[in-house]
Nanobody, 128 residues
Framework: QVQLVESGGGLVQAGGSLRLSCAAS????????MGWFRQAPGKEREFVAA????????YYTDSVKGRFTISRGKAKNTVYLQMNSLKPEDTAIYYC?????????????????????WGQGTQVTVSS
């Protein structure tokens, strides 16, 4: 059974940092890109960041560029999202997701419909 399990969410003051982790199990994900999405209350789920299977290319939504960093663990079945200089507008449920092996282009990784495995989400709350 395929599982993506996020951890690391919590409550933090504006300007603080959190590091989210996503552990994949049940299948080899080292040959797949991985991404992070978020959904704020009353809003649609949106793309946050993605990383290609080899870790060479990373993509970010404009609002988090320079503040968030996506990376892969050495085992490749783990992906991290380091979030610095957090703002109240970063408050959301953050989801880890993984697409099929052939999905690697920038355009496809930005699109949540490209992903077929999702975690249960972890809450991030940033207080002002």
């Amino acid at each position: 059974q395929v599982q993506l399990v996020e951890s690391g969410g919590g409550l933090v003051q504006a300007g603080g940092s959190l590091r989210l982790s996503c552990a994949a199990s049940g299948r080899t994900f080292s040959s797949r890109a991985m991404g992070w999405f978020r959904q704020a209350p009353g809003k649609e789920r949106e793309f946050v960041a993605a990383i290609t299977e080899n870790g060479r290319d990373t993509y970010y939504t404009d609002s988090v560029k320079g503040r968030f960093t996506i990376s892969r663990g050495k085992a490749k079945n783990t992906v991290y999202l380091q979030m610095n200089s957090l703002k109240p507008e970063d408050t959301a449920i953050y989801y880890c997701a993984c697409p099929p092996p052939y999905v690697s282009s920038h355009a496809m990784l930005l699109n949540q419909n490209s992903y077929n495995f999702w975690g249960q989400g972890t809450q991030v709350t940033v207080s002002s």
